[in-house]
Each structure stands twice: as structure tokens, then as C-alpha cells.
């Protein structure tokens, strides 16, 4: 054996594959696992030592294996690896020994038949002598984390073993303290249900948080090992972890801000911050740290970055994480975790010093860290700060240093992207300035043929403040497309302003849709020359750039207008699939058959077998998987491979799944190559458009589709999760409309699995915006096709259960620990992304209330007053008193009668919402009253005195269009519901007076309804104030501001009934508003 396992250490692979061959007839032998075993405990060679147990390992990876060893062999075996391990000198053979022992005892502990490696462990970790107890211990440590999950069964050991150890230890810095915090690590996934072990580690925490800090300064490596242990327990037992926040983030800021330590290590620190801040943001709120924690973070991004050129600002993936990135991203994480107000003003309190300094860098910092905040404290931005942001990062993107100008681009691309709606009135300032930035990027390319550094973040902004300013872009559209043109001119020597240049164009297709228009010959022109581009050109890199953009201009430039292109595209795109693999084409190619199904609807069909195919496919797929190997084990995968479980015996079915390698065995881990996530999530995007846009064509491949894409829902990549949620949700929809028996049955079987599917993630999901699609894809289900949700057993118990535990704060995305909304505690204020999850909790009730009867909503009716109305307080955020008032609102159509019930608590609610200081909650709170009064009918009657007067007040004074719009239909409302019971010339006397509506034109819908009552009633105050009614009645028909179809159905009807009823006075009434209104209430009355 030893002969020829010499052999596989040769460098020669004629003799490697001789000595490969003669193992794996020599393995067959009946004694060849004690050879091996003999191997280990006794060869003079440390590799071949080292081959020899790696094999073993292998060999007895899965219990199947183990088990056909006879008894008096395994025990042989047993002994003599800790006996091998005892006498090992060589720490790589060392740990493969432990290793190949772990995996022994994985097998072995389950049924208690291997007692003496825990009394070995026991008694070396008792020993007197320090190497013994090293010994000890790092064995435990390599054999829990071989197999963690088989150790809780022996937690009172581990109790007293650890506890010993540390009160035994002298220098925090030794590797006794080492490889304890390592085993303890190794341990924590399965500690958190284990209130024993819950308990050791919580009262243990100080120590090896010292034990952390030491090794920071020291060691490198295994200060970074260390600092996962903090990691495993935010994510398993947090409870161990939440006492000592404090304690921990003090630690992580003060390694994080030492220049003397290694980067690697500070990165780590900071990335604990983060995790925090992430998990308990209110605990590190309550502790007061988010202001040192800001402190630190600012001078990290302070830092003069490695390549000024190229500098990565933020960046997802943590293994390419550097000091500035992650300090970025953890600030992100409090701008998403912590309400604004607790971070924005004390932010600005260090970065307006920054910004009047002379430090390059550290005006960096702070334009970055505006950026940053604009997504989490995007309200409270756009409301307070708007106007000196813009001019602040303006200014700085004519800044003569490009450190300086690239943060002022990538500040400003923030904000186009999160700063919505309201930044789009500065396009008049920002727009020229930008055009001008690129004008002298594109001059100074054209002398020094580089790009430039500033190229992709000045494109960044552009891009994004193109994209979200939509209509209003068009008058800027000549200057932005002459520029692009001169990009994407093919004599251009630069592939990253054409990939640039490429997105800014789809970019402004999408904001201006069919304004392209004059431009589209063009773009087809200059697109078809990079995607039908040799495969050996350099314009072949941006082919799936071009693609793309094809498939936003299909989308965007008008059905009918891309319709004469539409078969030729489907054509090549179906040529370019078929001889490609490269994930970023076929996600381009995706992106474009989605675009041509919203221009072709059924008439894509005969490709539809081909498309659905390849996109299955892609969800299928396991490509891009790679595989990252322990660093001992890299060099030894190629010779050991291909022995790996090839034999015979190995490829017998496994019947009972006794050979299913837990996770916690393996040696390494995978990861997916983003692009082919990538791939997968645009197949189930594109699978979704097309099943939306193509009616009963795409029924055949539903199912199918539901199947796969359902495998997809607990993905690892929650863009992916998103993609999958929003697919089946359509898939469900559209079954609906089909509306045949065959289609019912295949409806209600994707149900029983969709609906708890979505209950599960918005319990369980770490990611809000994941929970949030599962909320929104329930309320879209609702409203599409209501009470067939409710088709499986516990359905609609399910989903109220979770717009409860939302609006409660009891889902693992919602940070629970410290008090709740609801506590009236100023404090309690919440982050403004949590606050979105709440709101989409709350879309979902008015469409569960509309979709079940009156009387069943009036059971849960009570509870979600309860939760709501809490959230009116004053010292909750203006969005959610806003909130709340809107969805109770929205709440008293669908309990009609019942609205009876809670007539006094709704009132005085809305009273008090209708003297809020902010224009929004007035406006709901005066809407929920209407709507309490219309559908509360008679049962609101004697109320009517405090009313009236409340909206008597209120119209007094309001000076916000919208409210005064909803206190119209309220007023509208009123006389609806009891026009005798009111004194109703005083009352409609006043409504006329601030007709028409001024911009909240769902209104006009009881506006009409009370007109056409009371005329129909032949009330004598509708005659009386006839020309106003008229008045009121051709300006909305004319400015059609009609909400809905069944409004301007009634409006149409009544104004026929005007003409005919009074013809003169309504031609008088219409003449007076000139001639397009003349003819357009002429052309009405002669169609």
C-alpha cells in the first residue's frame, strides 16, 4: 500500500495514473482499509500518512459505507486512529486524522457505540500538561466541525469541558483558547432551541470576546476564524448575543478604527457591526451606538483606496469586500435599520465639516455616505433635505478632483434612484450639467483615446435620473440621443462607453416610451450592428448590452410601432440562443422574447415550445456552480477524486438514504456564479411576462412552469426568491382567467402549495423585500381572484395570521426585541423600509375584507382596528398615521352594515385625523369618513351634527387641493346617505362653492353619484343650483377627470339628461367654456 500510494506523489502522471490504477484494484482486497489504517499509524512519510487517512475519510464519508466494515474491524479502526492521532507530530496529518475521527464518530454517536473517544477527549482536556489539552481540544474542534448536529446530545459535557478550559486559561492568546472558540463556533448552529447550552455560551461571551481581541493584533488568520463565532450566533442564537451587543460593538469599532491591524480582521469587525445592526437595530439604538458607530465608519471611507481609478464604493459580495465597501454597506444598513431621524441629522453634523475641509478623501466619505442613506431615509430626505443634498453633490461634480467628482456622481445616481418623485423638479438644473460633464469626458477620450474614471459613475447618474424622471425627460431627449449616438458610433475606440452608453439608452426609452419614436430607425440601426457583431471583434463583449436594450425599446416604443419587427427579433433571437451558452446572453435573450410577448401576445405561440424549453432549463440548471475546497485539501482532489465512492459497491441503490451526506460533513462549500443567477432570475421574470401577455396560449406550459419555478421559492439568492414569488403568483392569476374546469382544478392545486409557500417566507424570510412580494403577491390574488384563495383547508386563516404577525412585528425580517409600534413610545419610531413592510401588511386587508362577506370581516374587524389605530398616534411617522388612516378607510365598504358596530371608536378617530398637521393624514382621515358615512347609512344618522361641523371647519380653512377634494365627497357622502336628515341648501350651497375637484379625481365619482340622487329624487336645491351643477359636469367630462369607466358612464348619462331635460341652459353653460369644450360635449351628444 505504501508502494504504491508513493506513486500519486510523483510528478510525473504517466506513473500518477499507474499507481491510480493499482489503488483501485487493491482497494477491492478484503484487508486493504486495515492496510490503510497500518499506513497512517505507521509509514515513515508524512504524505503518504496524509494520503492514506484522506482516503479512509473519503471511504467512510457516508454511514452506508462504515457500516459494511465488520464490528471487530470498526473497533480496530476506532483505536488505532486515536492512537495515530496521539503519536502524529505533523499538524496537516494531525487534522486529517481528526478529520477521518469526526467522520467515524458522526456514524457512531447516534447509537452511543463509540464511548472512548469522549473519555480520550475528556482525559486529555484534563490533563495537567498544556500540549495535551491542545490535543483535546483541537481534535474536538476539527470533529465538530465535520459534524456539528450529532454533539447536543452531549451538551452537559460540553458545559463543564468548556467552562474548565477557561477558567483554566492564563494567556487569551494560546491555542488552547483558540481551538475552544473554534469547537464553540463549530457548535452554534445547534445551540439555539438548547436552553442549557443557550445559557453556557451567553455567560461565556465576555471571555472569548477577549479571547477575539487578542488574537486580532496577533494572528490574522485566526482572528478572522474567531470573529465567526459572532456570526454564527446572530444567525442561530441570537438570544446568547443580544445582552452583550454593546460590549461586542465597542470591541468591533475599536479593532475596526487601529490602523496597527490587518485589514482582513477590521473588515471582519465591521461586518459584525453590520450583522447587528441588521438583526437588533433597536437594541443598538437603545445602547446608543449608532452615533460612535457612524464615527468609525466615515473614517474608514476616508481611507485613500488602493486604485483611485476604479475604486469600488459598494459592492455585494463579502469576499471582495475592502474596509470602505463594508463600511458603506453597514451604513446603508443603518440608514435601513434605524429611523432617519436618529441618523440623518447627526450624520450631517460630521459630513458638513468634510465637505468645507481640504481632505480629498474625506469629502469621499461624505458625499458617499449621502449617498448611501438615500434608500433607507428617502422620506425624510425628500421632505427636509432635498434642495441642499442637490445642491451640495452639484456642486461637486465640477469638482477638479476626480476622487471628489466620482462620489458626487455615484451620490447623484443614488438619488435619482430613491429620491422620487421629488427630485425630478430639479431636472431642469441637474440635466445641462450633466451633459456638459459628459460633453468634456467625451473630448477628453477623444484626445487621450483612455476611459476616463469617472466614466461609469457620471453614465451611473445620468442613467438613473433619465430613467426615473420619465415624461419629463422628453424635452431634453435631442441633446441626451445625440450624445449616445456619439457614443455608440462604431468608430468609437472605447467598449465601456458603448456598454455604457448602451444601458443610458434603454434607460431613456423606458422614461419616455413612445417619444423615442423619431429615433427608433436609428437605434435599430446602431443596435443591430453590436448584436449581429463577429464573435472575434471587441463588440462582441457588449452584445448582450445591445440585446437588452432591443428588448427595453420593444417594450417601450408602442405595440404597433415595433410590431413590423417584431418576427424578425423572435427570429434572432432564437439563432443567437442556439449557439450560445454564456449565461449573459441568454439572460439577454430572455429579457428580449419577454419584450416580444407584450408586443406579439398570442401570435408568439409556435415558439412558445422552444422558448419555454430553454428557460426551463435554465432554472434547472446546476451551471456555475463552483466548488470552494479546505485549503489543505485543493492539491489533493485531482488524485483523489476519481477514488471517491467509483467502486461497484457504492452505486447499489440506497434504500433507507443512510448514505446522505448531511452539510455538515463537507470539506468545502458552493457558491453560483452571479451571472448564472442572473440567467435564472430573468427566466422566471420573462417566464411570468409571457404567461401575463399571451392568454391561453402559454396554458400548456403552466403547470410545468409552477412546478419549477416552485423549486426556486427557498433559494439561496433572494432576487431569485422575488423572481419566483412574483412568477406563480401570475401563473395563478392567469389560470383564473381562463375560467375552465380543467383550468380550476390546476388553479386550485397550485394554491394549496402557493398560499402556505408564501405564509412560510413572510414568517420565516430574512429579507424584507422578499416578505414584502409575498404580501403583495397576496394582495393581488385577493383582487384578481378573491375568494378562490381560500380553497385550501386554513387559507384564509393563514393570511390574516400574517398581515397580523407583520403589523405585530413577530416575523424573523422585523426586529422585535425592543417594544413595538404600538407602545406610544417616541423611541419606537420605525426604520422608513420597516415601515413599508407594515404598509404592505396593510394593502393586503382591504382586498381580504372585499373578498370574503361583511359579516365574516366584521369577526376580525375588531383586531385590525386595534392594530391600526394605534398607529394613528401623533408620535408615529407621518407615513404611517397616513397609512393607517388610509387602509381603515378603505375597510368601510367591506363591512357595509357592520360599520354600525364601531361607528363611535371610526369617529372620533377621524376627527382627530382631520386636524393632523400633515396634508396626507388629513386627506385619509377625512376620506374614511365619507366612506364611514356612505356605507355606515342609517346607523350614522345621529352623528351627523358633530359631522358637518367638523367638515364645515375644516373646509374653512384647508388649503392642501387634495384634502379639500376628499372633504367634497365627503360632503358628496353626507347627502347621499340622508339628504333630509342634514340642512342641505347650507350644505350643498358649500359643496358647489369648491367645486370642480382640483386634483384627487377618484372624488368625482360620489360628486356624480350625489348629483344624479338628488335629481333623480327631483330635489328642489338640485334646480336651484342648476348652472353650477352644469358647470361642474362639462368641466370634468372635458378635462375627462372621470376615475373609472362606471363614473364617466354616469356622468355621460346625466349630462344627456341635462340636454334633454334643459336644453337651453346647458348650451349656455357649455358655450361658456369655449369651443373644444363645444365640441367635444357635441361630438358626446351626436355619437
Known amino acids: 500500500m505504501e508502494q504504491i500510494l508513493a506513486k500519486l506523489l510523483v510528478p510525473n502522471s504517466n506513473i500518477v495514473h499507474e499507481g491510480t490504477k493499482e489503488l483501485k484494484e487493491y482497494l477491492k482486497k478484503p484487508d486493504a482499509i486495515l492496510s490503510l489504517c497500518d499506513v497512517v499509524a505507521g509509514c515513515s512519510n508524512p504524505q503518504i500518512r496524509q494520503s492514506a487517512s484522506v482516503l479512509l475519510r473519503r471511504k467512510f464519508v457516508k454511514r452506508r459505507q462504515w457500516n459494511k466494515v465488520a464490528v471487530d474491524v470498526r473497533n480496530r479502526i476506532k483505536q488505532g486512529m486515536l492512537q495515530a492521532l496521539i503519536k502524529e507530530p505533523e499538524k496537516l496529518v494531525k487534522n486529517s486524522i481528526a478529520q477521518l475521527i469526526g467522520i467515524i464518530g458522526k456514524h457512531e454517536f447516534p447509537d452511543n457505540t463509540w464511548p472512548e473517544v469522549f473519555q480520550f477527549i475528556h482525559t486529555l482536556c484534563s490533563s495537567d500538561v498544556t500540549v495535551d489539552k ?105 438570544a446568547v448575543v443580544t445582552p452583550h451587543i454593546k460590549l461586542i460593538i465597542e470591541m468591533c469599532l475599536h479593532i475596526g478604527s487601529n490602523a496597527e491591524i490587518s485589514t482582513s480582521v477590521q473588515i471582519k469587525a ?146 435619482a434612484e430613491n429620491l422620487q418623485p421629488e ?57 441626451l440621443m445625440e450624445r449616445l449616438f456619439l457614443s455608440l458610433d462604431p468608430e468609437c475606440f472605447s467598449t465601456q462607453l458603448k456598454r455604457v452608453a448602451l444601458s443610458a439608452l434603454g434607460a431613456a426609452a423606458t422614461a419616455v416610451k413612445e417619444a423615442i419614436l423619431p429615433y427608433f430607425q436609428k437605434i435599430i440601426q446602431v443596435l443591430n450592428i453590436y448584436i449581429n457583431s463577429d464573435p472575434n471583434s471587441p463588440f462582441h463583449s457588449i452584445q ?11 417594450q417601450n416604443v408602442g405595440t404597433e410601432n415595433f410590431k413590423p419587427l417584431a418576427g424578425e427579433s423572435l427570429q434572432l433571437g432564437l439563432r443567437i440562443l442556439d449557439g450560445t451558452e454564456d449565461p449573459d446572453v441568454k439572460k439577454s435573450i ?125 433559494y439561496p439568492q433572494d432576487d431569485i426568491r422575488r423572481a419566483s414569488v412574483e412568477a406563480l403568483q401570475q401563473f395563478c392569476i392567469s389560470l383564473h382567467k381562463v375560467n375552465t374546469p380543467e383550468s380550476k382544478q390546476t388553479l386550485y392545486k397550485a394554491l394549496q402549495f402557493f398560499v402556505p409557500k408564501c405564509a412560510e ?41 400574517c398581515v397580523v404577525e407583520v403589523l405585530t412585528m413577530k416575523t424573523v425580517c422585523q426586529d422585535t426585541d425592543v417594544g413595538t409600534q404600538t407602545d406610544a413610545n417616541e423611541d419606537e419610531t420605525e426604520a422608513e423600509q420597516d415601515e413599508l413592510l407594515l404598509e404592505s401588511a396593510g394593502d393586503v386587508i382591504p382586498k381580504y375584507a372585499a373578498a370574503i362577506s361583511p359579516d365574516d370581516f366584521a369577526h376580525y374587524f375588531p383586531n385590525v382596528l386595534k392594530l391600526l389605530s394605534g398607529r394613528t398616534v401623533k408620535q408615529n411617522s407621518v407615513s404611517q398615521r397616513s397609512f393607517a388612516y388610509g387602509t381603515l378607510a378603505e375597510c368601510m365598504k367591506a363591512l357595509d352594515v357592520y360599520v354600525e358596530r364601531f361607528v363611535p371608536d371610526l369617529l372620533k378617530m377621524w376627527l382627530t385625523g382631520a386636524k393632523d398637521g400633515a396634508d396626507e393624514v388629513r386627506n385619509n382621515a377625512i376620506f374614511g369618513l ?122 355621460i348619462e346625466f349630462i344627456k339628461t341635462l340636454t334633454r331635460d334643459f336644453p337651453q341652459e346647458f348650451a349656455q353653460v357649455v358655450n361658456s367654456f369655449g369651443n373644444e369644450a363645444t365640441e367635444s360635449i357635441q361630438k358626446l351628444l351626436t355619437s
Open 134 to 238: 491542545e490535543m483535546g481540544m483541537y481534535t474536538l474542534s476539527v470533529m465538530t466541525e465535520i459534524s456539528h448536529s450529532s454533539y447536543i446530545v452531549h451538551a452537559e459535557s460540553f458545559a463543564v469541558l468548556f467552562t474548565n478550559i477557561f477558567n483554566g486559561l492564563t494567556q487569551p492568546n494560546n491555542h488552547l483558547a483558540y481551538y475552544t472558540v473554534v469547537t464553540m463556533k463549530n457548535l452554534a448552529p445547534i445551540i439555539g432551541g438548547h436552553q442549557q447550552m443557550t445559557n453556557l455560551y451567553y455567560q461565556l461571551l465576555p471571555r472569548v470576546l477577549e479571547i477575539i481581541n487578542t488574537f486580532a493584533s496577533e494572528d490574522e488568520k485566526k482572528a478572522c476564524d474567531l470573529f465567526e463565532i459572532l456570526e454564527e450566533l446572530i444567525e442561530y442564537a441570537i
Open 270 to 415: 465591521i461586518s459584525v457591526v453590520g450583522w447587528l445592526i441588521r438583526a437588533k437595530g433597536k437594541v443598538v439604538q437603545k445602547n446608543k451606538l449608532v452615533e460612535p458607530i457612524i464615527d468609525v465608519l466615515l473614517r474608514l471611507m476616508a481611507q485613500k483606496p488602493d486604485d483611485e481609478g476604479n475604486e469600488e464604493y459598494f459592492l455585494g459580495d463579502p469576499d471582495q469586500f475592502t474596509s470602505i465597501t463594508v463600511s458603506t454597506q453597514t451604513l446603508d444598513l443603518i440608514a435601513l435599520n434605524i429611523p432617519a431621524e436618529k441618523v440623518v441629522p447627526y450624520l450631517l453634523t460630521k459630513v458638513e465639516p468634510a465637505l468645507k475641509g481640504g481632505d480629498v478623501y474625506a469629502q469621499k466619505a461624505a458625499y458617499l455616505a449621502l449617498a448611501v442613506l438615500a434608500e433607507g431615509c428617502s422620506e425624510h430626505i425628500r421632505t427636509k433635505y432635498l434642495n441642499e443634498f442637490l445642491k451640495c453633490v452639484g456642486n461637486a461634480i465640477h469638482d477638479p478632483n476626480a476622487v471628489v467628482r466620482n462620489a458626487a456622481f455615484f451620490a447623484l445616481g443614488q438619488f
Open 423 to 479: 427630485i425630478s423638479q430639479y431636472a431642469g438644473e441637474l440635466l445641462p450639467v450633466l451633459f456638459e460633464c459628459l460633453n468634456q469626458v467625451l473630448k477628453q477620450m477623444e484626445v487621450e483615446r483612455a476611459d476616463p474614471p469617472s466614466l461609469d459613475r457620471l453614465f451611473y447618474a445620468l442613467e438613473t435620473f433619465c430613467e426615473n424622471l420619465e415624461e419629463g425627460l422628453i424635452p431634453y431627449l435631442p441633446t
Open 544 to 554: 448582450c448590452y445591445a440585446i437588452e436594450t432591443l428588448a427595453v425599446v420593444a
Open 590 to 714: 430572455y429579457a428580449l422574447f419577454a419584450a416580444l410577448a407584450i408586443v406579439m401576445k398570442e401570435e408568439i405561440a409556435p415558439v412558445l415550445p422552444k422558448i419555454v424549453h430553454e428557460m426551463i432549463e435554465s432554472i434547472q440548471s446546476s451551471e456555475g456552480i463552483v466548488t470552494h475546497y479546505d485549503e489543505e485539501e485543493k492539491d489533493e482532489i485531482d488524485v483523489y477524486g476519481e477514488l471517491s465512492d467509483e467502486d461497484e459497491e457504492n452505486i447499489e441503490e440506497d434504500i433507507d438514504n443512510s448514505s446522505s451526506a448531511s452539510d455538515d460533513s463537507n470539506q468545502y462549500r458552493y457558491s453560483v456564479e452571479n451571472s448564472y443567477n442572473e440567467e435564472k432570475e430573468q427566466a422566471c421574470l420573462a417566464l411570468r411576462e409571457i404567461c401575463l401577455n399571451t392568454g391561453i396560449a402559454f396554458l400548456p406550459y403552466i403547470e410545468s412552469s409552477f412546478e419549477e419555478i416552485f423549486k426556486l421559492v427557498n
Open 761 to 801: 417566507l413572510i414568517r420565516s424570510d430574512e429579507e424584507r423585500s422578499v416578505v414584502m412580494d409575498c404580501l403583495d403577491a397576496f394582495t393581488k390574488l385577493l383582487h384578481e381572484i378573491k375568494g378562490e384563495i381560500f380553497v385550501g383547508d386554513g387559507h384564509r386563516e393563514a393570511i390574516m395570521n
Open 930 to 1051: 365619507g366612506e364611514m358615512v356612505l356605507y355606515g347609512k342609517h346607523t350614522v344618522f345621529g352623528y351627523y351634527n358633530e359631522i358637518l361641523n367638523a367638515l364645515s371647519h375644516a373646509v374653512g380653512k384647508e388649503g392642501h387641493a387634495g384634502t379639500l377634494d376628499n372633504i367634497c365627497g365627503a360632503l358628496a357622502k353626507v347627502i347621499i346617505a340622508n339628504p333630509e336628515g342634514i340642512p342641505l341648501e347650507e350644505v350643498f350651497s358649500a359643496f358647489l362653492q369648491k367645486l370642480p375637484l382640483r386634483d384627487d379625481f377618484q372624488e368625482n365619482e360620489a360628486v356624480f353619484n350625489c348629483f344624479v340622487s338628488l335629481y333623480q329624487q327631483g330635489n328642489p336645491v338640485i334646480k336651484k343650483h342648476l348652472a353650477d351643477v352644469m358647470k361642474a359636469a362639462v368641466h370634468v367630462y372635458y378635462r375627462n377627470q372621470t376615475p373609472n369607466d362606471d363614473t364617466k358612464l354616469i356622468l
